[in-house]
């Protein structure tokens, strides 16, 4: 049995070698030695060769998501990431392996919930993580109208992006985002490596930009983003590309919006990828021609189904009893009956009670943060009934008010 041992700062030289090989990349590893680091020490853990001890083959990492929405409570979320593999050990059970020693890690730090951002989507149904939420990423066109809403309250300030000056203010109104799945960047060092403006993050754009919408005199949200200039056979081509929003009231969300569609020299709008509920869709007035494209945003495993589903609150009464299967976490297996008045504390317990629903710990992850409905999931021949009306009552319980979606990549 291969060990999967922790892996400390003294061996980052290796861990970004192994990640090289992993996504290909043309900065040599020197290089990316100097980038402010988000790896979480105490939480990174790899696979040596075993007839080459010293020879790093594979490493994974897990961020503390301390504080993470789920519908009417807060979490704390193991954040699955930096998955490689070195091409000379894949498909030869590493991942796999990882995967075992992730679980366990999370079930003795008291993490209920695993979350990921997938690099290919065939990857982690086989570990039981559902797909829990999707997001939309659009390209507007330079002027694209929005339906009139009163922003006299609130002014902007547009300035380059500083971390002493505008840090603080970006962690500060990220984290008062109540949206399931809405994970901030857990450490200062996280921050400074998201902020920064290492090659991964700029490409060939303009430094990072801030626009604060401000209300008598305090800062209330803000759009960070990057403009590229070009010329077109036609003239000015420019590309704005808007890296995140917090803009939580409509007036804020307009303000931010209408700015960032009417730079000077540009053309084209890339929005972040967003929630499918984001406010920015029922503000514009031309949809359609808004390019959008759907992907799935985040992944999620319920490592202790009943720890799990008691931390979070239902939107209506529920009292269902659920026959999960769980080929990975075996322990989580079996039936669980989830009781809950509308956003009361739930009683979820295991139980001799006859089952209402059957479905795998995989589905139970996709529904976990309220975007993906048990209805929409027996449409699709993955949960099954076996009480009448009880896939609605679920359904309706397991939803949540706002889509879930994590605004950034991790
Ligand atoms: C994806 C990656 C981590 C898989 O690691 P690995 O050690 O080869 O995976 P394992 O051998 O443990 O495979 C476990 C199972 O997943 C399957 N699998 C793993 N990666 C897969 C992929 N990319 N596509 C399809 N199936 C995959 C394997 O076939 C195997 O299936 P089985 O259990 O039915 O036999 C590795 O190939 C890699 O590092 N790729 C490049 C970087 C990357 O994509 N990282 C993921 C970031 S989210």
């Not at 031309?286 to 931390?311: E, F, I, M, S």
């Not at 099954?384 to 008010?401: I, K, M, N, P």
């Amino acid at each position: 049995m291969t060990d999967v041992v922790p892996l400390g700062p003294d061996r980052l030289r290796d861990i970004i070698d192994v990640d090289t090989w992993g996504f290909p990349s043309a900065i040599p590893v020197d290089e990316q030695l100097d980038w402010p680091s988000p790896l979480p020490w105490g939480r990174t853990y790899g696979i040596e060769d075993p007839s080459q001890p010293g020879r790093l083959a594979a490493f994974h990492a897990s961020y503390a998501f301390a504080n993470t929405p789920v519908p009417g409570a807060r979490l704390p979320i193991a954040g699955l990431t930096w998955v490689c593999v070195h091409p000379q050990y894949r498909r030869q059970g590493m991942l796999r392996t990882m995967m075992d020693a992730h679980f366990a890690h999370c079930l003795d730090r008291g993490e209920a919930v695993s979350m990921l951002y997938a690099a290919e989507p065939i990857i982690y149904g086989r570990f039981g993580y559902g797909l829990g939420a999707r997001q939309v990423q659009l390209t507007l066109p330079r002027g694209a109208a929005l339906r009139p809403v009163d922003t006299a309250d609130v002014t902007v300030r547009i300035e380059h992006f500083d971390f002493e000056a505008h840090g603080a203010l970006v962690a500060r109104l990220h984290g008062a985002v109540e949206r399931p799945g809405w994970v901030t960047r857990p450490t200062d060092a996280h921050q400074r490596s998201f902020l920064s403006e290492v090659p991964m993050r700029k490409g060939d754009f303009e430094t990072l930009r801030i626009l604060v919408v401000e209300r008598d005199g305090d800062a209330v949200g803000y759009a960070l983003f990057r403009r590229k200039f070009a010329w077109g056979v036609g003239g000015p081509a420019g590309i704005v590309r808007v890296v995140e929003v917090a803009a939580e009231e409509p007036a804020i969300a307009h303000v931010v919006w209408s700015r960032m569609v009417d730079f000077d020299l540009t053309t084209e709008i890339l929005t972040p990828h967003l929630a499918v509920d984001d406010p920015l869709f029922s503000m514009l007035v031309d949809y359609r021609a808004t390019k959008p494209v759907a992907q799935d945003n985040l992944w999620v495993r319920l490592v202790d189904v009943g720890a799990a589903l008691a931390g979070r609150r239902y939107r209506s009464d529920v009292d269902v009893v659920f026959e999960v299967t769980d080929e990975v976490i075996p322990a989580n297996a079996g039936r669980w009956l989830v009781r809950a008045m509308e956003d009361q504390e739930p009683e979820v317990t295991r139980t001799d009670r006859l089952a209402d629903i059957e479905l795998d710990v995989r589905e139970l992850g996709a529904v976990y943060l309220g975007g993906i409905s048990l209805v929409e999931l027996a449409a699709a021949g993955l949960v099954t009934e076996l009480t009448d009306g009880a896939l609605v009552q679920a359904s309706l319980a397991f939803g949540s008010h706002r889509a879930p979606v994590a605004s950034w990549v991790f």
